[in-house]
Protein backbone atom coordinates (compact mmCIF):
# COMPACT_ATOMS: atom_id res chain seq x y z
CA UNK A 1 0.00 0.00 0.00
CA UNK A 2 1.30 3.17 -1.02
CA UNK A 3 0.90 6.13 1.36
CA UNK A 4 -0.97 9.35 0.30
CA UNK A 5 0.71 11.99 -1.81
CA UNK A 6 1.24 15.32 0.57
CA UNK A 7 -0.36 17.27 -2.24
CA UNK A 8 -4.07 15.52 -1.90
CA UNK A 9 -6.93 15.97 -0.08
CA UNK A 10 -6.53 12.89 2.78
CA UNK A 11 -8.63 10.19 2.04
CA UNK A 12 -10.83 8.91 5.06
CA UNK A 13 -8.81 6.29 7.35
CA UNK A 14 -6.25 6.10 9.85
CA UNK A 15 -3.11 7.95 10.00
CA UNK A 16 -0.19 6.80 12.37
CA UNK A 17 1.72 9.85 12.67
CA UNK A 18 5.41 9.77 15.14
CA UNK A 19 5.90 13.08 16.92
CA UNK A 20 9.60 15.03 17.88
CA UNK A 21 10.62 13.16 21.18
CA UNK A 22 12.42 16.38 21.91
CA UNK A 23 13.21 18.59 19.05
CA UNK A 24 10.19 20.02 16.89
CA UNK A 25 12.23 20.36 13.87
CA UNK A 26 12.42 16.75 13.81
CA UNK A 27 8.82 16.66 12.57
CA UNK A 28 8.78 15.47 8.72
CA UNK A 29 7.41 17.69 6.23
CA UNK A 30 4.82 14.69 5.60
CA UNK A 31 3.87 14.59 9.47
CA UNK A 32 3.56 17.53 9.21
CA UNK A 33 1.46 17.86 6.24
CA UNK A 34 -0.85 14.68 7.50
CA UNK A 35 -1.21 16.68 10.63
CA UNK A 36 -2.31 20.00 9.10
CA UNK A 37 -4.78 18.08 6.76
CA UNK A 38 -5.97 15.42 9.30
CA UNK A 39 -10.47 15.81 10.29
CA UNK A 40 -10.06 14.98 13.25
CA UNK A 41 -6.55 14.45 15.82
CA UNK A 42 -6.75 11.62 18.25
CA UNK A 43 -4.48 12.79 20.91
CA UNK A 44 -2.55 11.78 23.95
CA UNK A 45 -2.53 15.41 25.63
CA UNK A 46 -4.44 18.07 23.68
CA UNK A 47 -2.06 21.12 25.53
CA UNK A 48 1.19 18.90 24.03
CA UNK A 49 -0.26 18.34 20.61
CA UNK A 50 -1.60 21.96 20.76
CA UNK A 51 1.80 23.02 20.76
CA UNK A 52 3.08 20.92 18.17
CA UNK A 53 0.18 22.12 15.80
CA UNK A 54 1.34 25.79 16.88
CA UNK A 55 4.66 24.96 15.49
CA UNK A 56 3.63 24.73 12.26
CA UNK A 57 0.71 26.91 11.94
CA UNK A 58 -2.21 25.04 11.98
CA UNK A 59 -4.96 24.58 14.51
CA UNK A 60 -7.34 20.98 14.17
CA UNK A 61 -10.56 19.30 16.24
CA UNK A 62 -8.74 17.41 18.37
CA UNK A 63 -10.09 14.40 20.90
CA UNK A 64 -8.33 12.96 23.69
CA UNK A 65 -7.23 9.12 23.55
CA UNK A 66 -4.85 7.29 26.09
CA UNK A 67 -4.89 4.47 28.77
CA UNK A 68 -7.94 5.81 30.36
CA UNK A 69 -10.27 5.73 27.37
CA UNK A 70 -13.33 4.42 27.02
CA UNK A 71 -13.98 1.68 24.57
CA UNK A 72 -16.99 4.14 23.70
CA UNK A 73 -14.28 6.92 22.88
CA UNK A 74 -12.60 4.05 20.44
CA UNK A 75 -15.77 3.23 18.87
CA UNK A 76 -16.77 6.60 18.08
CA UNK A 77 -13.24 7.08 16.74
CA UNK A 78 -14.13 4.02 14.67
CA UNK A 79 -16.88 5.72 13.05
CA UNK A 80 -15.46 8.61 12.39
CA UNK A 81 -13.04 6.69 10.11
CA UNK A 82 -15.50 5.79 7.75
CA UNK A 83 -15.65 9.65 5.63
CA UNK A 84 -13.02 11.39 7.83
CA UNK A 85 -9.19 11.13 7.80
CA UNK A 86 -8.45 10.55 12.04
CA UNK A 87 -4.45 11.07 13.12
CA UNK A 88 -3.18 9.07 15.60
CA UNK A 89 -0.60 10.95 17.49
CA UNK A 90 1.06 10.05 21.01
CA UNK A 91 2.69 13.48 23.11
CA UNK A 92 6.43 12.06 21.72
CA UNK A 93 7.70 9.28 19.46
CA UNK A 94 5.60 6.37 17.45
CA UNK A 95 2.26 6.05 18.81
CA UNK A 96 1.54 2.22 20.50
CA UNK A 97 5.38 2.15 21.50
CA UNK A 98 4.59 1.62 25.22
CA UNK A 99 1.80 3.87 24.27
CA UNK A 100 -2.23 3.01 23.92
CA UNK A 101 -3.36 2.47 20.69
CA UNK A 102 -2.99 -0.71 19.21
CA UNK A 103 -6.72 -2.04 19.85
CA UNK A 104 -7.57 1.34 17.47
CA UNK A 105 -5.19 -0.27 14.65
CA UNK A 106 -6.64 -3.62 15.27
CA UNK A 107 -10.21 -2.77 15.01
CA UNK A 108 -9.82 0.34 12.22
CA UNK A 109 -8.62 -2.96 9.94
CA UNK A 110 -11.31 -5.06 11.32
CA UNK A 111 -13.94 -2.26 10.16
CA UNK A 112 -12.34 -2.09 6.84
CA UNK A 113 -10.85 1.33 7.66
CA UNK A 114 -7.53 1.83 5.29
CA UNK A 115 -4.47 2.54 7.69
CA UNK A 116 -1.53 4.13 7.02
CA UNK A 117 1.74 5.33 8.89
CA UNK A 118 3.90 8.04 9.47
CA UNK A 119 7.45 7.21 10.34
CA UNK A 120 9.74 9.41 12.56
CA UNK A 121 11.21 9.50 15.90
CA UNK A 122 11.06 6.34 18.55
CA UNK A 123 13.23 7.14 21.76
CA UNK A 124 13.80 3.22 21.85
CA UNK A 125 15.36 3.28 18.70
CA UNK A 126 17.37 6.44 19.11
CA UNK A 127 18.60 5.28 22.34
CA UNK A 128 19.77 2.38 20.80
CA UNK A 129 22.00 3.93 18.32
CA UNK A 130 23.40 6.22 20.91
CA UNK A 131 24.37 2.99 23.42
CA UNK A 132 27.31 1.56 21.74
CA UNK A 133 26.10 -1.58 22.32
CA UNK A 134 24.98 -4.81 20.05
CA UNK A 135 22.25 -3.68 17.51
CA UNK A 136 21.71 -7.15 15.19
CA UNK A 137 19.06 -8.28 18.26
CA UNK A 138 17.24 -6.66 20.64
CA UNK A 139 13.93 -6.74 22.90
CA UNK A 140 11.69 -3.62 23.62
CA UNK A 141 10.36 -4.30 27.19
CA UNK A 142 8.39 -1.02 27.93
CA UNK A 143 8.74 -0.31 31.17
CA UNK A 144 9.32 -2.56 34.03
CA UNK A 145 6.54 -3.06 37.23
CA UNK A 146 7.03 -0.93 39.67
CA UNK A 147 6.65 -3.36 42.85
CA UNK A 148 10.29 -5.27 43.38
CA UNK A 149 8.59 -8.86 43.11
CA UNK A 150 6.91 -8.42 39.95
CA UNK A 151 9.98 -6.23 38.62
CA UNK A 152 11.66 -8.97 39.57
CA UNK A 153 10.15 -11.78 37.98
CA UNK A 154 10.14 -9.59 34.63
CA UNK A 155 13.73 -9.56 35.02
CA UNK A 156 13.94 -12.82 35.07
CA UNK A 157 11.80 -13.73 32.18
CA UNK A 158 14.13 -12.41 29.92
CA UNK A 159 17.68 -13.29 31.49
CA UNK A 160 18.39 -15.90 29.43
CA UNK A 161 17.26 -14.36 26.06
CA UNK A 162 20.28 -13.19 23.74
CA UNK A 163 19.59 -9.48 23.08
CA UNK A 164 19.96 -6.43 23.81
CA UNK A 165 17.30 -5.04 26.58
CA UNK A 166 15.65 -1.91 25.76
CA UNK A 167 13.48 -0.36 28.53
CA UNK A 168 11.91 3.00 29.50
CA UNK A 169 11.67 4.00 32.85
CA UNK A 170 11.27 7.64 35.21
CA UNK A 171 14.40 9.68 37.08
CA UNK A 172 13.12 8.45 40.68
CA UNK A 173 12.88 4.77 39.63
CA UNK A 174 16.11 4.63 37.85
CA UNK A 175 18.66 3.45 40.55
CA UNK A 176 15.90 0.90 41.67
CA UNK A 177 15.43 -0.48 38.23
CA UNK A 178 19.05 -0.78 37.43
CA UNK A 179 20.01 -2.50 40.67
CA UNK A 180 17.45 -4.44 40.20
CA UNK A 181 18.88 -5.49 36.28
CA UNK A 182 22.27 -5.85 37.99
CA UNK A 183 20.81 -8.48 40.50
CA UNK A 184 19.00 -10.54 37.82
CA UNK A 185 20.75 -10.40 34.66
CA UNK A 186 24.74 -10.32 36.60
CA UNK A 187 26.49 -6.61 36.23
CA UNK A 188 26.27 -6.03 32.18
CA UNK A 189 27.57 -3.17 30.28
CA UNK A 190 24.77 -1.03 30.04
CA UNK A 191 23.66 2.86 28.55
CA UNK A 192 21.11 5.41 30.38
CA UNK A 193 20.26 7.89 27.47
CA UNK A 194 17.95 10.91 28.29
CA UNK A 195 16.83 13.98 26.68
CA UNK A 196 16.94 12.61 23.49
CA UNK A 197 16.70 15.41 20.61
CA UNK A 198 16.80 17.97 23.31
CA UNK A 199 20.08 20.30 24.00
CA UNK A 200 20.62 18.59 26.79
CA UNK A 201 20.49 15.22 25.58
CA UNK A 202 23.05 12.83 27.86
CA UNK A 203 24.31 9.40 27.39
CA UNK A 204 26.14 7.44 29.65
CA UNK A 205 27.37 4.39 29.69
CA UNK A 206 29.08 1.62 32.21
CA UNK A 207 28.53 -1.36 33.94
CA UNK A 208 24.84 -1.90 35.73
CA UNK A 209 26.48 -1.79 39.15
CA UNK A 210 28.50 1.75 38.23
CA UNK A 211 25.17 3.35 36.59
CA UNK A 212 23.40 2.10 39.50
CA UNK A 213 25.38 3.89 42.35
CA UNK A 214 25.96 6.91 39.76
CA UNK A 215 22.08 7.55 40.27
CA UNK A 216 21.23 6.18 43.19
CA UNK A 217 21.38 9.78 45.18
CA UNK A 218 20.95 11.67 41.87
CA UNK A 219 17.88 10.81 40.16
CA UNK A 220 18.30 12.39 37.04
CA UNK A 221 14.85 14.63 34.92
CA UNK A 222 13.30 13.98 31.57
CA UNK A 223 12.48 10.85 29.50
CA UNK A 224 15.05 7.67 30.34
CA UNK A 225 16.17 4.64 27.85
CA UNK A 226 17.84 2.04 29.31
CA UNK A 227 19.85 0.01 26.87
CA UNK A 228 21.12 -3.18 28.11
CA UNK A 229 24.09 -5.39 26.86
CA UNK A 230 23.06 -9.01 26.04
CA UNK A 231 24.85 -11.92 27.95
CA UNK A 232 28.40 -13.20 27.44
CA UNK A 233 29.39 -16.34 25.93
CA UNK A 234 28.75 -19.15 28.39
CA UNK A 235 31.52 -21.16 29.27
CA UNK A 236 32.53 -24.40 27.42
CA UNK A 237 31.86 -27.35 29.48
CA UNK A 238 34.45 -29.00 30.88
CA UNK A 239 35.70 -32.84 30.67
CA UNK A 240 34.86 -33.25 34.55
CA UNK A 241 31.20 -31.51 34.41
CA UNK A 242 30.50 -33.94 30.93
CA UNK A 243 31.26 -37.40 32.36
CA UNK A 244 29.52 -35.67 35.61
CA UNK A 245 26.19 -35.35 33.52
CA UNK A 246 26.89 -38.36 31.68
CA UNK A 247 27.06 -40.82 34.59
CA UNK A 248 23.91 -39.26 35.84
CA UNK A 249 21.75 -40.09 32.88
CA UNK A 250 23.37 -43.20 32.00
CA UNK A 251 21.61 -44.45 35.16
CA UNK A 252 18.22 -43.67 33.84
CA UNK A 253 18.73 -43.89 30.17
CA UNK A 254 21.03 -45.84 27.38
CA UNK A 255 23.75 -44.32 26.21
CA UNK A 256 22.51 -42.86 22.90
CA UNK A 257 19.61 -41.06 24.79
CA UNK A 258 22.05 -40.25 27.95
CA UNK A 259 24.08 -38.19 25.35
CA UNK A 260 21.61 -36.49 23.32
CA UNK A 261 19.94 -35.13 26.78
CA UNK A 262 23.58 -34.04 27.87
CA UNK A 263 24.64 -32.44 24.35
CA UNK A 264 21.54 -30.57 24.24
CA UNK A 265 21.70 -29.15 27.99
CA UNK A 266 25.35 -28.17 27.61
CA UNK A 267 25.23 -27.29 23.83
CA UNK A 268 27.54 -29.24 22.46
CA UNK A 269 28.19 -31.85 19.43
CA UNK A 270 26.01 -34.95 19.79
CA UNK A 271 28.52 -37.15 18.44
CA UNK A 272 31.35 -36.15 21.10
CA UNK A 273 29.37 -36.49 23.74
CA UNK A 274 28.18 -39.84 22.46
CA UNK A 275 31.94 -40.97 22.21
CA UNK A 276 32.36 -40.17 26.03
CA UNK A 277 29.48 -41.98 26.70
CA UNK A 278 30.95 -45.25 25.12
CA UNK A 279 34.18 -44.56 27.06
CA UNK A 280 32.71 -44.26 30.23
CA UNK A 281 30.49 -46.92 29.97
Given at each position: MTGPKMSERLAPGLYIVATPIGNLSDLSPHAADILSKADLIAVEDSR???KLLAHIGVKRPMKPYHDHSTDRVRTDLLAQMADKAVALVSDAGTPLISDPGYKLVRDARAAGREVHTVAGPCAAVAALTLAGLPT???LFLGFLPSKAGARASAIAEVAAIRATLILYESGP???AALAALRDGLGDREAAVVREISKKFEETVTGTLTGLA???ADAPPKGEIVIVVGPP?????AGEDEVDAALAEAMTRLSPSRAAAEVSEKLGLPRREVYERALALK
Open positions: VTADRFRLAQRYGEPEA
